[in-house]
Each structure stands twice: as structure tokens, then as C-alpha cells.
């Protein structure tokens, strides 16, 4: 048997022996009483009885242990001209004293911690700092408007809120703290502080009485690692589900550490010591998992990069950092090589920098169309790979597993499931379907280490929209196919999520937005196959009976509505107004039918239709909008 059918295979028949022996890697204040807790299944839980605390495995322990003066962060920052690197030491040192400011300022174990803040050392800081004293953090990305903000600060009920004066996007400075203030008077839950980090591009003025200057608690004594329950919450991160309400992922300390720490070296392939990039934001999991735990766990040195793939300042930018900064292995998604293909399609400031000792890409986040990966294989000339996982998975749930056994890469695939996934495709009625067939894709339960063991206050929404469905199974809202080698073919999501530029986002929420214009009687959001950010979100609208203003007004106010209320990182800039939406007759309305005519594919008109006239005007109306944007071999 190979080295990956032998692990895999083990790691289904053995969970406790195989995740117990991943476990000894960690320091553990009390070691566990069980590996796998199965006595409130479907509520596992891993490392029951065990005490462990995140901050120390990812910081102390490798001060301890000849790693001190090792580079753990590297801040790059092409937007503000910054490069600034912490030891490990001067990271622990850091944390330690932020959080003796956390408790300064009332902020003890089990309280709640919203980080709202742009990719800046003090967001990473402010993680582990929550981590080190055992508080719950929950970082919401910059990119999000107030009203999720609020969203946020209701459901996870912070003490506190740790914000920055602004975050500096290429085009402008986005201000963070009328956005911040804004999401705490609409709240219902309030926080009792803000630390507010001022940047110098702009200073934010701060509330008597509730708000502080990072600098003025910085200084405080510095606190040690609270040793927490393993099964403790770490932190908490929202996600898109297919309502307006985030869905509230908990992730546990012990098991995601361990997790973590193995699949650094067994699907990475990286060693401690070595240099570990995502290009991604704190705000997302990839942020959590692979710019801060996962690669400070293993005793990397990892980048916080601050920029774009183009334009900060030119599509060379990833190979100057990979090159600066001795990069071994690159995480970022597809969007950002269909960036920078698009900008420098011959490689030319690919092959301008030295990337030696550069050995693996991986992608994420959004389904990797064969054409981009085929690309950045040929200009890298290193393995690019394509994996799957999700905020609620917290680590890969399929991937060519390079640090076990490399497997050819086959364009469009995530390759094998990875050891701890017992990954199974399924028709409507839960039976599993043959080789080739398209089914929704589950995983059997327990799920392994690192993976969410429930929602935030909300076992119930954990049972009803993941485990419900197909009992003994999660449900991953992603449907595709294995084929006949065993690889996995992730196709589309079988809910209303959209990924646009590998952001998940819900077509719902959009929804909602444009419902409440006073104008619009009904309305659908739709995701458009686009060929830079994968898909891009179109409004369809309908207006209330005797609105007589110009279109063009309305389709701006809805679009701003959205910006405003989501933010800009939902991509939310065309709307079409129409007479009526195509629905069943028993008033479903086809999204899905809609979704074909954007991407220019074949559609059959269902036989439900209530009038399928209305599909003309919404082809008309797409077309208009340059609709089809990408080519066939990208649609879905
Ligand atoms: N704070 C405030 N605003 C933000 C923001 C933040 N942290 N991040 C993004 N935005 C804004 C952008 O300024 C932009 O605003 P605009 O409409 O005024 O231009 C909007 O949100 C959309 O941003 P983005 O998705 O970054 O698109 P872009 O057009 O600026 O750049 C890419 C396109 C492909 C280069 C970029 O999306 C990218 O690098 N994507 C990689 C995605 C990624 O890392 N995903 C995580 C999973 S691995
Ligand atoms: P997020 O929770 O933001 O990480 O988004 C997770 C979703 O992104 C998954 O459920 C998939 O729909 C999609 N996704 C992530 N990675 C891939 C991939 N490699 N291939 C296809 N879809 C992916």
C-alpha cells in the first residue's frame, strides 16, 4: 500500500491513535483523558480532559526551544513602503504585554474580543494576545460595513474591540472608526472598551470614556499563558451562510492546534524554520489558519503582507516578497493569479526576481479554473495546487498531500481527500453515488480535529444546517464528484453563496438589502461567472407599481445601499431593472436559470415557468451588461 492510501486509510480506522500521536508535537499543561469525546455525539469534541493553551505552543514554546531569535513575522507592507520583522521573542514580548493590556482593561477568560482591523502586526498581535489569556476573539474583515459589524458585535456580545485608526487600500484610506462607531450605536450588545491602534496616515478621534489609544495600554505588565480546556473556544469567526445572519464558526484550542501543526508538514510540506506565506487577510480562515496559527505552531516564519497581487505596485509584487524574503511556499486564490495573468501575461515580472528555494503554490477559496493553474505552473515551474476547505473546516479537507506522497496534478481537482475526511458524495436521499456523478459532498462524521464543533451559542443552527440533512454526515453546501482514481472534483455550492475574488458571500444578504430600497417590490441576486474574480454579484430588480423615477437613479441608490451595508468587498456594482422575475408557478424564483444566461450557457426553459417570456428581456438586459464576461472553459 502507498504512503498516503496507508495514512488516510489509518486515520479513518484509528481517529484516536492517529490524532493522538499528531497531538505529542504540542505542549500540554494536562494531557488529554480522550482523544475523541463521543459521549454528546453529534457533538464531538477532541482532547477532552486536557488543559493547552494556543498562545504558547505558537510563541513560548519555540522561545524555549533555540527559536528565539528566529524570524516568526515578517510585515511587508508595499502600501505604506514598510518591511518589519518580529522575533520570535519580540512577538512573544509583544503579546504578553498586550495581553496584560486586555486585562487591564477588564478582558478576562471566556469574554469575547472583536478584532476590526487591517493587516497590520497589531491585528496578529491582538489574536494571540486573546489567545494567551484565554479570551474568545472574533476578527471581522476590514472590507465589511458597519451593519455586519453590528451583526457581529450582537451575536459574539464583545467586551472589548481592539480597531485601527484606518486601513490604506490602493486607492484610498478607508477610515475604520465611523465605521466602527457606526456598528456600535446600531448594536444591541455594547462593548465596555475600544483599543484603538492610530496609524499615522490618519488619526482617529476617540470616545471619552469608552475609548483607548493602543500605545497608552501597550506598555503594560506582561501577562503568561492561561492554561484553557482544550475544548475551550479559541475564537470565533463569521461566515456567509444563505441568510442574511453570519453563521457564527467556532473553533476549539487543542484540536485546531494539532490540526494545524500536522498538516503544516504532511499537506504543506514545510518545516519548522522555514519561510510560510498566505497572501491572504487575517479576517478570512486562510488568515487565521496559515498567516497565524498554523505556521507560528510549526515554527515557521510567516508573512503578513499588506498589498495586492497588482497595482501595489505591479504585478511583480508577490515574486518581490517571495524573493526578499526567501518565501517556500505561497497560499493565495485563484483570483489573484487571474489578476495577475491578465497584467503580466508573459511573465516578464515573474522571471525580474530570483525564487530560489521557492517550491510549492497553493491555491484556495474558490474553484481553480484549469486555464489559471495550467498558467502559473508553466511561468513557476513549481507544483500548483489546488485544495479545498472551508471557514467551517478551518484546514484542508482535500489536497495533494505533498508531504506524505505527491500525486499528478489533474487541472479542475482537488485531488484526494485528506487524512481525517471521510469524504462522500450523495444523491437527495443520502446514498452514495458512483464514480462520475455529481452528488452533494459530505463529510462522515466524527469530522477530525480543527473542524468546527459547533456554532457560537447555537448547537440548534449547527444541527439544522449541517448535520440534519444527511444524518451521520456534514453537510459541506459544495456539490461535485470523485472520479474513478479517488480525486475530488469540487463543481458549485448547492445554496445561495457566491465567491467573489475568493470572498464568500451570501446572494441572500444582498437580497435583503435591495428589498428594503423603498422603491423595489421584489428582487434576486444572482452570481455571474466574471473572468478576474471568478463570479460577480448581478441585482435583478422590480419595482413597486407607480415608481416612476429614472432607473439609473435607483440602480445607483440600491448599489450604494449594498456598499453601505455589506461593504465593499461584496463587489456589488450592477443591477438590472425588470417588468417581472422569472418564477415557477409556484413562485420559486429561477436564480439558477438566470445564472446560465449570465455565463452564456445552455438552459432549458423549465416547464414550470410562469411566463418564460421574462427570460428574453433578462438575456437583453444581461447582454447589455457585457454578460457573458468569462469564457466557457471558466463558467460553470
Ligand atoms: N478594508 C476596506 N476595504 C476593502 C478591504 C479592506 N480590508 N479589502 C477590500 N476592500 C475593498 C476594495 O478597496 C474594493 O473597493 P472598491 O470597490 O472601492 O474598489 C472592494 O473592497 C473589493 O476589493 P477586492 O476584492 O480586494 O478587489 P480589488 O478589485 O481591489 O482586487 C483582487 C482584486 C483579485 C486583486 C483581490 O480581490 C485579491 O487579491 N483577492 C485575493 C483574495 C483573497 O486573498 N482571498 C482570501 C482567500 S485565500
Ligand atoms: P470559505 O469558507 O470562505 O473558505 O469558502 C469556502 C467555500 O469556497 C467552499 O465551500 C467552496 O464552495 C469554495 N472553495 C474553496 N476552495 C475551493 C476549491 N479549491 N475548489 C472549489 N471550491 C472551493
Not at 471521510?422 to 464514480?435: M, T, Y
Not at 411566463?611 to 451588461?625: N, S, V, W
Request: charge should be neutral.
Amino acid at each position: 500500500m502507498d504512503a498516503y492510501q496507508a495514512m488516510y486509510l489509518r486515520s479513518l480506522r484509528d481517529p484516536e491513535g492517529f490524532w493522538g500521536e499528531a497531538a505529542e508535537a504540542l505542549h500540554w499543561e494536562r494531557r488529554w483523558e480522550r482523544v475523541l469525546d463521543d459521549s454528546r455525539a453529534p457533538f464531538y469534541r477532541w482532547f477532552a480532559g486536557g488543559l493547552f493553551n494556543t498562545c504558547y505552543n505558537a510563541l513560548d514554546r519555540h522561545v524555549e526551544n533555540g527559536r528565539a531569535e528566529q524570524p516568526a513575522l515578517i510585515y511587508d507592507s508595499p502600501v505604506t513602503r514598510t518591511v518589519r520583522t518580529y522575533t520570535y521573542r519580540e512577538l512573544r514580548d509583544e503579546v504578553a504585554r498586550f495581553a496584560g493590556a486586555l486585562r487591564s482593561q477588564g478582558v478576562d477568560r471566556g469574554d469575547r474580543v472583536i478584532i476590526y482591523m487591517p493587516m497590520i502586526p497589531q491585528a496578529v498581535i491582538a489574536m494571540l494576545a486573546c489567545a494567551r489569556i484565554g479570551a474568545i476573539h472574533s476578527v471581522v474583515f476590514g472590507g465589511f460595513a458597519g451593519q455586519e459589524l453590528a451583526k457581529r458585535i450582537n451575536d459574539a456580545e464583545p467586551k472589548l474591540i481592539v480597531s485601527a485608526s484606518c486601513g490604506i487600500e490602493p486607492n484610498r484610506v478607508v477610515e475604520y472608526k465611523p465605521l466602527l462607531d457606526g456598528a456600535i450605536r446600531i448594536a444591541t450588545s455594547k462593548p465596555e472598551r475600544c483599543i484603538v491602534y492610530q496609524r499615522p496616515q490618519h488619526r482617529a478621534a476617540l470616545v471619552a470614556g469608552r475609548d483607548v489609544d493602543w500605545e497608552e495600554v501597550a506598555g503594560a505588565q506582561p501577562v503568561d499563558c492561561v492554561p484553557v480546556a482544550s475544548t475551550d473556544p479559541l475564537y470565533i469567526l463569521y461566515t456567509s451562510g444563505s441568510t442574511g445572519i453570519p453563521k457564527g464558526v467556532v473553533r476549539d484550542h487543542g484540536g485546531h492546534a494539532v490540526a494545524l501543526k500536522w498538516s503544516m508538514k504532511y499537506i504543506y510540506g514545510v518545516e519548522p524554520g522555514e519561510v510560510y506565506w498566505a497572501a491572504s487577510d487575517v479576517g478570512w480562515v486562510v488568515g487565521h489558519s496559515y498567516i497565524v496559527y498554523g505556521p507560528l505552531l510549526h515554527g515557521c516564519t510567516t508573512i503578513l503582507f499588506e498589498g495586492k497581487p497588482v497595482g501595489t505596485p505591479d504585478p511583480g509584487a508577490f515574486w518581490r516578497v517571495v524573493s526578499e524574503h526567501k518565501v517556500s511556499t505561497l497560499f493565495t486564490a485563484p483570483t489573484a493569479f487571474r489578476a495577475i495573468k491578465r497584467e503580466d501575461p508573459n511573465g516578464e515580472h515573474i522571471r525580474k526576481y530570483d525564487r530560489a528555494g521557492f517550491r510549492t503554490l497553493f491555491l484556495a477559496g474558490e474553484r481553480c479554473d484549469p486555464d489559471t493553474l495550467l498558467w502559473a505552473q508553466k511561468q513557476l515551474n513549481v507544483p500548483v495546487i489546488d485544495h479545498w476547505w472551508q471557514t467551517e473546516t478551518g484546514w484542508p479537507i482535500a489536497s495533494n498531500c505533498i508531504g506524505i506522497e505527491t500525486f499528478p496534478v489533474k487541472p479542475g481537482s482537488a485531488t484526494k481527500p485528506v487524512p481525517g475526511y471521510d469524504v462522500q458524495v450523495l444523491d437527495a436521499n443520502g446514498k452514495q453515488v458512483g464514480d462520475g456523478t455529481i452528488g452533494s459532498i459530505a463529510i462522515k462524521l466524527p469530522l477530525p480535529p480543527g473542524s468546527l464543533p459547533t456554532m457560537w451559542k447555537n448547537d440548534h443552527g449547527y444541527r439544522k444546517y449541517y448535520l440534519d440533512p444527511f444524518p451521520g454526515y456534514y453537510l459541506t453546501g459544495d456539490a461535485g464528484y470523485k472520479d474513478e482514481d479517488g480525486y475530488l472534483w469540487i463543481m458549485s455550492r448547492i445554496d445561495d453563496i457566491i465567491n467573489v475574488a475568493g470572498h464568500r458571500l451570501s446572494t441572500g444578504a444582498m437580497e435583503e438589502v435591495l428589498a428594503s430600497h423603498p422603491d423595489v417590490a421584489e428582487c434576486a441576486v444572482i452570481g455571474a461567472a466574471d473572468e478576474i474574480k471568478g463570479e460577480l454579484p448581478v441585482g435583478m430588480i422590480v419595482l413597486k407599481a407607480g415608481v416612476n423615477r429614472p432607473q439609473e437613479e435607483i440602480v445607483k441608490e440600491v448599489v450604494q445601499l449594498v456598499r453601505d451595508r455589506i461593504g465593499p468587498v461584496a463587489a456589488f456594482k450592477q443591477a438590472i431593472v425588470v417588468k417581472r422575475l422569472p418564477k415557477t408557478r409556484s413562485g420559486k424564483i429561477l436564480r439558477g436559470t438566470m445564472r446560465k444566461i449570465a455565463d452564456g450557457q445552455q438552459y432549458q426553459v423549465p416547464p414550470t415557468i410562469d411566463d418564460p417570456a421574462i427570460l428574453g428581456e433578462i438575456t437583453q438586459a444581461l447582454h447589455a451588461l457585457g454578460y457573458p464576461h468569462a469564457p466557457a472553459s471558466q463558467a460553470r
